[in-house]
């Protein structure tokens, strides 16, 4: 198995455009993970689902991020109106369970510059 | 509030010394812990953990004490090489689950020849 997916590798865009981030999980594995990293917080966890359907939102900053999982082989992170603040590098993980006794896969991540 | 904290930024070893990275946390009811090893434009990958239950797991050169009373954990990679040069990240769970994994900010090694 090629791993997590996630396209495009690096973004740069200009203040107020949209901006869609792209995943594509492992193949039979039921949860799939956004995170973002940051200087200042960390690795922190956007949102997650498990068998395609959102669970916990929690995460989401702001009402400009929205995510969808049309099926168990694609995900995506939008964000609309993109702001200066939203750069950082976007993670996409996936994992059979969702529980630690089984390995949690990152992806090579997006890097989001907003000019 | 970091409930996940390494304080440290950076380490710098020479190799075949032992390094050891700490982390720190503040929520009691974490019962999981992991570390991540992560090169820079790849995404982390796991490295080894332990369960509350227990207070030390070793694999290979690298080992993972956990302090439940200080809420500190550490890591000890013995020998260190080279290409353990990364950041790594401490992490902690209190379901053992992924959707409460709280992650600290990392910690950067360099591993000198």
């Known amino acids: 198995d090629a791993g997590v997916i996630q396209s495009p590798r690096h973004e740069v865009t200009e203040m107020g455009q949209e901006v869609t981030l792209r995943c594509k999980p492992i193949?039979?594995?039921?949860?799939l993970f956004w995170y973002r990293q940051t200087m200042m917080r960390g690795l922190e966890l956007l949102i997650y689902f498990n068998n395609n359907v959102p669970i916990d939102d929690s995460g989401m900053p702001e009402d400009r991020f929205s995510a969808k999982m049309p099926n168990a082989s694609f995900s995506t992170l939008k964000i609309q109106p993109s702001e200066p603040r939203d750069s950082a590098v976007y993670f996409c993980a996936s994992s059979p369970t969702g529980w630690t006794n089984e390995k949690l896969f990152f992806g090579s991540g997006t890097q989001l510059s907003v000019l | 509030d970091q409930q996940v904290k390494q304080n440290s930024p950076s380490l710098s070893v020479q190799e075949g010394r032992i390094s050891i990275l700490n982390c720190d946390y503040t929520n009691s009811m974490f019962d999981y812990f992991l570390w991540y090893k992560k090169y820079p434009a790849e995404g982390p990958t796991f490295l080894i953990s332990i369960s509350s239950i227990k207070d030390k797991n070793e694999d290979g050169r690298f080992t993972v004490f956990l302090n439940k009373s200080a809420k500190h954990l550490s890591l000890h990679i013995v020998p260190s090489q080279p290409g353990d040069s990364a950041v790594y990240f401490c992490a902690a769970s209190h379901d053992s689950g992924y959707s409460t994994l709280t992650f600290g900010k990392g910690t950067m090694l360099l591993v000198s020849p």
């Open positions: 193949s039979g594995h039921d949860y």
